[in-house]
């Protein structure tokens, strides 16, 4: 098992999880319900919308090639920070 990518994805959720809106709704469940639950259905919806991910990249590596496919991506998530950046914070 290669080390890049298990570090490079966990590494990628960490930092696009971190403060987004799935965080502050496992807060206020976990908050008012137990914790152990809480993380055990956190944890299965992100193993469930990872390997969701993972089906489709695989099918789309069938059909386009992969470094097309990591072209895209860069300027897809550069494009949404930069719309991110520039629209107004209220």
């Given at each position: ?48 919308t ?11 590596t ?13 300027g897809f ?14």
């Amino acid at each position: 098992l290669d080390a890049r990518p298990v570090l490079g994805s966990m590494f990628a959720l960490i930092a696009s999880e971190l403060g987004d809106k799935t965080q502050l709704a496992v807060g206020g469940l976990s908050a008012s319900g137990d914790p152990l639950a809480v993380w055990t259905g956190a944890t299965l919806a992100l193993i469930g919308t990872s390997a969701l991910g993972i089906l489709a990249g695989q099918a789309l590596t069938d059909v386009v090639p992969a470094r097309v496919l990591r072209i895209a991506s860069a300027g897809f998530f550069a494009l949404t920070g930069i719309w991110m950046l520039a629209r107004p914070w209220w």
